[in-house]
């Protein structure tokens, strides 16, 4: 069964984190190949949660754009080197290609061979030299084994078309001789006799007994076929090993990690029809042309914590969002299908993904409830945000009993685990806990963390404002904004840019503000920082 990645935002945070982790148990448990992600660093306060209830941290994922191992490509499309000509035009003719690898025979990719160098090659007069097996020539011909000394047949190959007695007279045979010949008796016995490579017998012609016995003693490899002398001619040269006519320079090769929109670009500027796909070690997987990308098997994605494609992971045009779970307005992200949407006004999504396990009922494990009541206790910092709900409360208690954990205790050490800024970077702080949004087409940044420690963000003022405008003129931001949000005092302290302090001014009611100022009272960026920017660009 193909893997769902569920998913939170870019910058993940606790709830995101927690909520794709638990939502994954719960779709597995109903039958679904459920798998969490994440898209970034995890933070400190994340950290500690899942180490507390022994949560593994999800693995990173890149992006969810289309890739070569997304498409039905030509699985398995090769030919090994010692295999005939003919089973490569075979091969090729079959599935519609200009060109097939060449493998060994543990598929190390050798080269590629295209039809047009094998039509070359039969139509130059220049292929009586023959290089292949016994096999070979017993398949291409449609042959009959009749004595088999030698495995590999290498030899010149003649045709038998001169009158006996001016063909014995003037041509010679040895050991590098392979003869087509029909029912001319005494030229079989002249080729036998001289040891020849290979007799090819002609139109299923009997061979004397006694050619036979001359024939075994000088190891004469004989096939007898139907064919006739002109058809074999004319096929002779495909009995030829694979490798004969493979070009090994300048081959250019994909891999299934490769994305279908390079590769699309890439073939369009080549105009190379078929490319060999391997894997790191250089093994041919098969091969891939512009037409296999019609029939895609886009990634499959739920999205949790989030529905704002700025917010979500590469490529998310690519991918097939079956589901959303949020607590967020709704955003910017459609859908050519209907999904299911869950978006409810709690104040975390793992409220939400609580409520899904009750209705499908499902029993949430001890770590899995502890990770969801923490993600609960994080988002609504400890039911202090105006965005925390009765449900919320009730939700967290009924988790808190299955968890084994008292809240109060539990948030306290949570947060000061989380919040502790000794050894971060600025931008590691800044990206604590970050999200883009676009605000009458303007792009706004805004981040916050919690803090139970004021004298550490007095030292750092300054760095947080360096960090902030270094950051806004080198990614393009008009306002670039960070909320530090003190859990005891049930406030925020701003960090800005210099651009943005007229409208927050405006937006908080504020008379000379300055870099650290706290804001009694405005702890959720959802309900109340965001509300209070959209209003003062409104009115502009």
Not at 319 to 330: G, L, P, S, T
Request: aromatic share 8%.
């Amino acid at each position: 069964m193909k893997a769902t990645f569920i998913i939170g935002h870019k910058k993940p945070d606790t709830d995101s984190v927690c909520s794709a982790i638990a939502l994954a148990y719960l779709k597995n448990t109903l039958g679904m190949n459920a798998i969490p992600r994440i898209l970034g660093p995890i933070n400190n306060e994340t950290k500690f949660v899942l180490n507390y209830f022994h949560v593994k941290e999800p693995m990173y994922l890149n992006d969810v754009k289309l890739q070569i191992k997304d498409i039905d490509y030509g699985k398995n499309l090769v030919c090994e080197k010692q295999e005939s000509l003919y089973d490569a035009v075979m091969y090729m003719q079959q599935y519609h290609l200009s060109s097939i690898p060449i493998v060994n025979h543990k598929r190390k990719f050798l080269g590629l061979l295209s039809m047009k160098d094998i039509t070359k090659e039969l139509i130059s007069w220049d292929y009586d030299i023959l290089k292949t097996s016994y096999d070979n020539i017993l398949k291409t011909l449609h042959a009959e084994e009749i004595l088999r000394f030698d495995e590999e047949i290498t030899g010149n190959v003649l045709v038998a078309s001169f009158k006996s007695t001016t063909f014995i007279q003037d041509i010679a045979l040895d050991n590098s001789s392979i003869l087509i010949v029909g029912d001319r008796h005494s030229i079989i016995e002249y080729a036998v006799e001289s040891g020849v490579k290979l007799l090819i017998i002609t139109g299923n012609n009997e061979i004397k007994e006694k050619h036979l016995e001359i024939a075994k003693k000088n190891h004469v490899n004989i096939v007898k076929t139907p064919l006739r002398t002109f058809n074999i001619v004319k096929v002779i040269g495909l009995c030829n090993y694979a490798e004969t006519l493979m070009y090994k320079d300048n081959i250019v090769a994909i891999q299934e990690k490769d994305y279908v929109k390079d590769f699309i670009e890439l073939s369009n500027r080549l105009r190379y029809k078929v490319f060999p796909v391997l894997n790191p070690i250089k093994e041919c997987l098969g091969v891939v042309q512009i037409a296999d990308t019609i029939n895609k098997h886009r990634k499959k994605v739920i999205l949790v914590d989030h529905n704002e494609i700025d917010q979500s992971v590469d490529g998310l045009e690519e991918a097939e969002i079956v589901e959303i779970v949020d607590h967020h307005k709704i955003g910017t992200i459609g859908t050519s299908l209907p999904i299911n949407f869950r978006n409810m006004t709690l104040g975390c999504t793992c409220s939400i993904v609580y409520l899904l396990f009750q209705e499908n009922k499902v029993k949430i494990p001890k770590e899995i409830a502890g990770i969801m009541l923490a993600a609960i206790i994080s988002d609504t910092l400890l039911f202090r945000s105006p965005t925390t709900t009765e449900l919320d409360k009730e939700i967290a208690q009924k988790l808190s009993s299955i968890a084994g954990v008292k809240i109060e205790k539990f948030g306290y050490e949570m947060f000061r685990n989380g919040s502790s800024l000794k050894g971060k970077s600025m931008e590691d702080i800044l990206y604590t806990d970050f999200k883009d949004f676009s605000l009458e087409n303007n792009k706004i940044g805004i981040s916050q963390f919690n803090t139970l420690n004021i004298e550490e963000l007095e030292e750092l003022k300054n760095d947080f404002v360096k960090t902030l405008a270094k950051i806004k003129e080198a990614q393009g931001y008009q306002m670039l904004l960070l909320f530090a949000t003190d859990i005891i005092k049930e406030g925020s302290y701003i960090y800005y840019t210099e651009e943005s302090k007229e409208i927050l001014e405006k937006a908080f009611d504020i008379e000379n503000l300055s870099q650290g100022y706290f804001l009694p009272s405005i702890v959720s960026r959802k309900k109340q920082i965001i509300p209070a920017l959209v209003e003062v660009y409104e009115e502009k």
